[in-house]
Every structure is written in structure tokens, then in C-alpha cells.
């Protein structure tokens, strides 16, 4: 059999990803690159760089948000001003008035009093973001370097002594990570969803799980026993080799199955692996020599 060691390290050629939840209830979405991966470290440093990239335009909006705010702020104090001034005035009138019948006496409040009400008032309406800042006691400049650094509160690390991934999360400013099932395994993590710092109970699989793969023959074999269950594996691969390899393996003890059919007019093959999906070949052709040969029982 020779065949083309052509799969993501990621085990899969479906797109793998994890989501960072912030306090700000913002959501981002990383997608992680299917190339491969020598070893854990490159990994993490995927990982880390996907998520600096991702949470970009969470700084951009942030910083905005602080602007307009600012501005927002300034507008006030002048309302401030002028409400002031405008009250001090009708004050002024007030006590030079001399007639019996002149109106109760306006309140006069000062201009920081009058400031605190009016942004009191905008505090009501602002959004969801501004909201939570204010509710808090945050402040945007540290929430504009946690978007623009994303990986001083949430970073992958890799101890190379345990042999383990850890997530670091600050819930100061994270709420939770998730992530698909498949990218979970090789990181070694058994939740898909984490809502403090946590450290990977199992060792990561660069493999990604596929370490052997199952040739069937369905409609040409009797079906054999696999596990719990009967399938038409005609074998059992072990993968060998590296990356890119065209990988040829040659088996010198030969199983023989029972046929099905007596007349072969095409032989349909698959290759899967052991969780049972089909192999993510990226490229590249495989090539399967049979060998028949008559039953001595009839």
C-alpha cells in the first residue's frame, strides 16, 4: 500500500476554532490555521497569535467608544455652564424684584451639580459596553490594552516538564473560552468550555488523534469484528513517516477475508480512521494492491 502523509496535523480538514467571551459580553471567534505543527510550542504560538489578531478591531472599537464618550463629557460641561449661567441670572431677577406677589425662589444649583445630573441622565442611555465600564469601576484605557494585547488576560502556555497545555484566563476582563471538540483533544483539555485559568488533564496529541487509519472494503468483504462492533475492514494501518512523506507499507503477513460476490466488476474503498470519519487527505494518491486467492472450502 503506498499513500500520501497529507493530512493536517490538526487531524482534520474541518476548520477548527475557539471563542473568547469577554466581560463586555463581546464575543470573538479564532479560527485555528489547519497547517502542521511540529510540537506543542508552535502551537501555542499559533494559537496566542490568533488570538492577538481576532480581538484588533475590539481595540479599534474601544478606542472609539472612549472618543465619543469624551466628547460626549465635554458637551455636558458646557450645557453645564450655560444652565448655570442661565440659572444665576433668573436668580439675579428674583431678588430684585419687589413685587408682593413674585414666584417661590429658584433653587440655584452649582455648576458641578448641575453637570452631575446631566451626565446622570446619559449614563441611563448609553450601550451595553459603556454600562458595564461604568457599572464596574473599569476603566477604558486598561480595556483598550487588553483588546490591542489580548494575551496579557487570556494566553496558552505549554509547560514542556508536565507535558501539559495550560489556559490562562483574568475574569477581570474574560468570562469564558471555548473550543471544538477535536481542538480540545490535542491540547489535552476535557471541557470544550472554561471559565477560569485550567491546566489540560492529558497530554496533547500532535496526531490528532490519527495514528492508525482502517481500510474497507464494504459489498467485497464479510464484515469482522472491530471493538463492539462488525465493519468490512480489509486492514489495519499504522501511520508512519512525516509530513509531505509518501509513505509505502508493506505487509509481510497477508489476512485473507471471505467474499461476499463471486463476480467483481469494481472494488469500492474507503479509508477512514478509528473514530470512524474519512481520512482528510489533502492531496495526493493512494495506491492498494489486493491479493486473491481461491478457498480451499467450498
Same mark, same amino acid.
Given at each position: ?76 460641561? /458646557?450645557?453645564?455652564?450655560? +444652565?448655570? =449661567?442661565?440659572?444665576?441670572? $433668573?436668580?439675579? !431677577?428674583?431678588?430684585?424684584? #419687589? %413685587? ?54 487570556? /494566553?496558552?502556555?505549554?509547560? +514542556?516538564? =508536565?507535558?501539559?497545555?495550560? $489556559?490562562?484566563? !483574568?475574569?477581570?476582563?474574560? #468570562? %469564558? ?122
Amino acid at each position: 500500500m503506498v499513500y500520501p502523509y497529507s493530512w493536517p496535523s490538526l487531524g482534520t480538514t474541518s476548520e477548527q476554532f475557539f471563542s473568547v467571551t469577554w466581560q463586555t459580553n463581546e464575543s470573538v471567534r479564532l479560527n485555528v490555521s489547519s497547517s502542521s505543527f511540529l510540537n506543542p510550542l508552535q502551537l501555542k504560538e499559533n494559537l496566542n497569535k490568533s488570538l492577538e489578531e481576532g480581538c484588533r478591531d475590539l481595540s479599534a472599537k474601544m478606542k472609539a467608544i472612549h472618543i465619543e464618550y469624551i466628547n460626549k463629557l465635554k458637551e455636558l460641561k /458646557n450645557q453645564a455652564k450655560q +444652565e448655570y =449661567k442661565r440659572l444665576s441670572e $433668573l436668580k439675579k !431677577n428674583e431678588n430684585t424684584t #419687589k %413685587s408682593e406677589h413674585s414666584v417661590d425662589s429658584i433653587p440655584l444649583k452649582t455648576e458641578s451639580e448641575i453637570y452631575s445630573d446631566l451626565v446622570t441622565t446619559m449614563n441611563e442611555d448609553v450601550d451595553s459596553v459603556i454600562k458595564f465600564l461604568l457599572i464596574s469601576g473599569s476603566d477604558f484605557d486598561s480595556w483598550e490594552h487588553a483588546y490591542l494585547k489580548p494575551v496579557s488576560v487570556c /494566553n496558552f502556555e505549554f509547560y +514542556e516538564k =508536565k507535558n501539559r497545555f495550560s $489556559l490562562f484566563l !483574568n475574569k477581570s476582563f474574560i #468570562k %469564558s473560552v471555548t473550543m471544538t471538540e477535536q481542538l480540545a483533544y490535542i491540547l489535552g483539555f476535557d471541557k470544550l468550555e472554561m471559565f477560569e485559568t485550567s491546566i489540560a488533564k492529558f497530554m496533547p496529541d500532535m496526531k490528532g488523534g490519527v495514528s492508525s487509519f482502517h481500510v474497507y472494503a464494504p459489498g467485497l468483504i464479510e464484515p469482522m469484528i472491530i471493538g463492539d462492533v462488525t465493519a468490512p475492514v480489509l486492514r489495519i494501518v499504522n501511520i508512519r513517516g512525516k509530513q509531505d512523506e509518501i509513505i509505502e507499507e508493506q505487509f509481510l503477513f497477508v489476512q485473507y477475508h471471505k467474499l461476499l460476490i463471486k463476480e467483481i466488476n469494481e472494488i469500492f474503498i474507503e479509508i477512514r480512521t478509528s473514530s470512524g470519519i474519512l481520512m482528510p487527505f489533502q492531496y495526493g494518491t493512494c495506491t492498494l494492491t489486493l491479493h486473491f486467492k481461491q478457498s480451499t472450502y467450498f
